[in-house]
């Protein structure tokens, strides 16, 4: 692994975990795409350093099970705003 994306990688998970942000938002701050951003979470993290990625492994996975809600916040949100 080339040492820039190694450093991607540590920069992106420090910012997950302390900010506890999603994929998304990860990759709109860092400027990639959110295929980078969870290549580089699920498959070259552990890698790297296993038990930051199991901090983000967490993270991540609180977001995938609120993702509905927020979901539903930003549609009730979106008609409210039409009327």
């Known amino acids: 692994m080339k040492d820039y ?3 991607r990688v540590l920069e992106i ?9 999603t994929v998304r938002k990860a990759a709109k701050v860092f400027g990639v ?3 980078t951003v969870h ?6 993290l552990p890698k790297i350093n296993p038990e930051i990625a199991k ?4 993270v991540l ?6 993702r509905h ?11 409210q705003n039409l009327t």
């Not at 290549?39 to 070259?44: G, Q």
């Open 55 to 58: 901090k983000v492994k967490e």
């Open 5 to 7: 994306m190694r450093v």
């Open 69 to 79: 809600i927020r979901g539903g916040k930003a549609t009730k949100r979106k008609y």
């Open 39 to 44: 290549k580089d979470m699920t498959e070259r």
């Open 33 to 35: 795409s959110k295929s």
């Open 61 to 66: 996975a609180f977001n995938k099970a609120e």
């Open 13 to 21: 998970a420090k910012y997950v975990i302390d900010t506890k942000a």
